[in-house]
């Protein structure tokens, strides 16, 4: 019984310092695939914001208030998978205190926001606010990873690839350099 609540405590640990130093953590809900997500970890748990005009889309994820979802989180230096855990998902009250100090702690790693000066008030009309918060339960750690690669066709996108250069590139870039 020691070695498990030791292994819990470890857990704990993995997943809080793993949260804080990645810049992303992948998110499975009831629904759609995983789904990369910038968050910031407040308060042991992972708060995010989404489905606002120019914010992250989190609604064809399935993630409800009370709801579960699966967090992948990755290793800062190797950049592979290091653990993936259980979270119960809260969606915060725009009018609420937790609301209010994930919003204050979230608008400063809020990247190139086009109204800055606003943002919380558009959050607050327009967006969720997610709490994550882990579980305990933990599915992939170091020493219990699965075999298989989890590898996942990439989803359907109205983008194209680079289309084959035009054969009369070559001469035009060889015609521009001296010598």
Not at 73 to 98: H, M, T, Y
Not at 101 to 123: F, S, Y
Not at 139 to 155: C, I, K, N, V
Request: aromatic share 4%.
């Amino acid at each position: 019984m020691t070695e498990t609540v030791s292994q819990t405590l470890q857990d704990r640990a993995l997943i809080e310092e793993a949260t804080k130093k990645s810049g992303l953590i992948w998110v499975r809900g009831a629904s759609g695939p995983a789904r990369a997500l910038w968050h910031l970890w407040h308060d042991g748990a992972a708060c995010l914001v989404g489905d606002g005009a120019g914010e992250q889309p989190l609604a064809d994820l399935g993630l409800s208030d009370g709801g579960r979802a699966t967090v992948t989180v990755r290793s800062k230096d190797k950049g592979g998978r290091l653990i993936a855990w259980q979270a119960r998902v809260s969606e915060l009250p725009p009018d609420g205190d937790a609301w209010r100090a994930a919003v204050d702690e979230l608008k400063g790693k809020r990247l190139n926001a086009p109204d800055a000066d606003t943002l919380t008030e558009r959050w607050a009309r327009e967006c969720r606010v997610l709490r994550l918060e882990p579980t305990g339960e933990t599915e992939q750690r170091p020493g219990a990873m699965p075999d298989d690669s989890h590898a996942a066709p990439p989803l359907s996108t109205p983008a194209v690839t680079r289309r084959p250069a035009p054969a009369a590139l070559p001469k035009l870039l060889r015609r521009g350099r001296k010598g």
